[in-house]
């Protein structure tokens, strides 16, 4: 039911972003039309960084309380958040072509994101080495809690460093405030969106960790 | 307008790989529910036989 609720809001919200993003909000004078793939590209940073954020809280309870649920959110969340952070260097690499000139350059905040993009990656890797299912989880969650040290790097790179990020643009008003409601749905929109993923993908993880169980179960008869 | 190429790119990517993983999801989940109920069938096959 939350589900079925969950996936209208988004709808609603999916067409009212696109209406915004190709009718409502100007074009941006510098850029141009390619500016729109902002409204795409901070959507997806931002839920690599929330996905990841579940993941630190997730692995922090799991450590704690042993709880197989707590791993279950954290595992959810990052492959959710890994599909997310890959969108987020592929729309950035097509934004960057345009505005840069460059498919790719090692500029601090898209760096932090691919190394944000490698420890996703060694997190499921960890898990698969592990020969207890257990152990995995343990090493993961240890992955998720230090990884997490990547978030702050990401969003004060371009305070920190200067890089080719336009820095904290959206809070200090640089941005019309037809540009800021649009981006502003378009976030709503992802989050929306990632909530409904992110609990699909919990579901089926509860289904799979069933599966196993009633396997166990009928392990005797056979 | 040689860049509305890049903007149409950006965006079927970003909505096929969100709805891309969404059917694989739901694909998913139906396969496991389907398992589900197959094996509750075949542990209460097992205990009625007993």
């Not at chain 1, 932090?112 to 993961?140: D, K, N, Q």
Request: hydrophobic fraction near 55%; aromatic fraction near 12%.
């Amino acid at each position: 039911m939350k589900r079925t609720i969950l996936l209208w809001i988004s709808l609603a919200l999916m067409v009212t972003a696109l209406y915004l993003i190709f009718v409502i909000a100007p074009i941006e004078r510098t850029m141009g039309i390619v500016q729109k793939i902002f409204y795409l590209m901070v959507p997806m940073g931002w839920l690599a960084l929330l996905s990841f954020l579940v993941v630190f809280i997730g692995s922090i309870l799991y450590l704690k309380k042993r709880s197989l649920r707590w791993d279950i959110l954290s595992y959810s969340s990052a492959e959710v958040g890994v599909i997310f952070t890959t969108l987020a260097l592929v729309t950035g690499s097509i934004w960057a072509k345009p505005a840069w000139g460059v498919w790719w350059t090692w500029e601090p905040r898209l760096t932090a994101t691919l190394v944000l993009w490698l420890i996703y990656l060694t997190y499921f890797m960890v898990r698969s080495f592990a020969t207890e299912e257990s152990r995995g989880a343990t090493f993961a969650a240890i992955v998720g809690i230090i990884g997490f040290i990547d978030i702050p790097i990401i969003v004060l790179a371009t305070t920190l460093w200067r890089g080719l990020h336009p820095g904290a643009l959206i809070f200090q008003g640089g941005l019309d405030p037809t540009m800021l409601l649009t981006l502003i749905i378009s976030l709503l929109t992802f989050s929306t969106l990632y909530a409904l993923i992110l609990m699909q993908r919990i579901s089926l993880k509860n289904n799979e960790v069933e599966i196993k169980r009633m396997k166990e179960l009928s392990q005797p008869f056979n | 307008m040689e860049n509305v190429s890049y903007v149409f790119v950006a965006f079927a990517i970003v909505w096929a790989v969100v709805f891309g993983y969404i059917l694989l999801l739901l694909n998913r989940q139906r396969r496991l529910q389907q398992e589900i109920d197959l094996l509750k069938q075949r542990l209460e096959d097992r205990k009625s036989g007993d």
